[in-house]
């Protein structure tokens, strides 16, 4: 079945430094794929979005790219903020069915100090 | 304009009791989903709506779980006698049409089963 799996946490990382969330998927067919974000106290939001292979989704300075060939969707920041500090959740659409039904990784918490 | 919204916010129960979740989604979306996040697991799919009816209820985890939609609008997850594996945060969803992957999550509901 379709599966996504994500590095695990939680990923600690100084204020400006480079962030990279690996992320890969298990699918038939041709999924959209998304990252959620989840702040502290709030709901998940979606963060970007890609649809086709080679597609990159991008947002607040978040970019990653949908590459069919090692079926990954890594998320990637090039300078991290305190205000990043949160869970992400990589996810995939189940095309199998037409209900908008999406399969999420487990998340990865990350922390941005000072 | 207003968000999803779930309530309660955190349900303590005893083991062998029955709990009932509401969400109430952004008005005039069509589409709602239940999804549940246990510790350490990813967000797992439960159901979904279309309106009123479920065409896809393939993640509910046992005949005590069950959800209603009424009205196109207000749904309410029910787990009849719970059980300690059922602790986890319950979040809602909604999405403004069949098949939209742009889902918009509730703050969840924390369930604790004593």
């Known amino acids: 079945g379709n599966s996504v799996t994500q590095m695990e946490g939680p990923v600690t990382l100084s204020e400006e430094a480079f962030l990279t969330i690996n992320c890969t998927y298990t699918?038939?067919?041709?999924?959209?794929l998304f990252w959620y974000v989840q702040y502290p106290g709030e709901g998940l939001q979606l963060l970007l979005k890609?649809?086709?292979?080679?597609d990159k989704g991008s947002n607040k300075g978040f970019e990653a790219t949908y590459r069919k060939e090692t079926t990954s969707f890594h998320l990637e920041k090039g300078s991290v903020q305190v205000s990043d500090s949160a869970v992400y959740f990589c996810?995939?659409?189940?095309?199998?069915?037409?209900?908008?039904?999406?399969?999420f990784g487990q998340g990865t918490t990350l922390q941005v100090k000072p | 304009g207003a968000g999803v919204s779930q309530s309660p916010s955190n349900k303590v129960t005893e083991k062998g009791k029955d709990v009932e979740l509401r969400c109430d989604p952004i008005?005039?979306?069509?589409?709602l989903y239940w999804y549940r996040q246990s510790l350490g697991q990813g967000l797992e799919f439960l159901i979904y709506?279309?309106?009123?009816?479920?065409?896809?209820k393939s993640g509910l985890p046992s005949d005590r779980f069950s959800a209603e939609r009424t009205g196109g609008s207000v749904s309410t997850l029910t787990i009849q006698r719970t059980q300690q594996e059922d602790s986890a945060v319950y979040l809602c969803?909604?999405?403004?049409?069949?098949?939209?992957?742009?889902?918009?999550f509730g703050p969840g509901t924390r369930l604790t089963v004593t």
């Open positions: 996810a995939l659409s189940d095309g199998s069915s037409n209900t908008g039904k999406l399969i």
């Open positions: 709506f279309q309106g009123n009816s479920a065409p896809d």
């Open positions: 699918a038939t067919g041709y999924p959209s």
């Open positions: 008005s005039g979306h069509t589409a």
């Open positions: 969803a909604s999405s403004p049409h069949q098949g939209s992957y742009e889902q918009y």
């Open positions: 890609a649809t086709k292979a080679d």
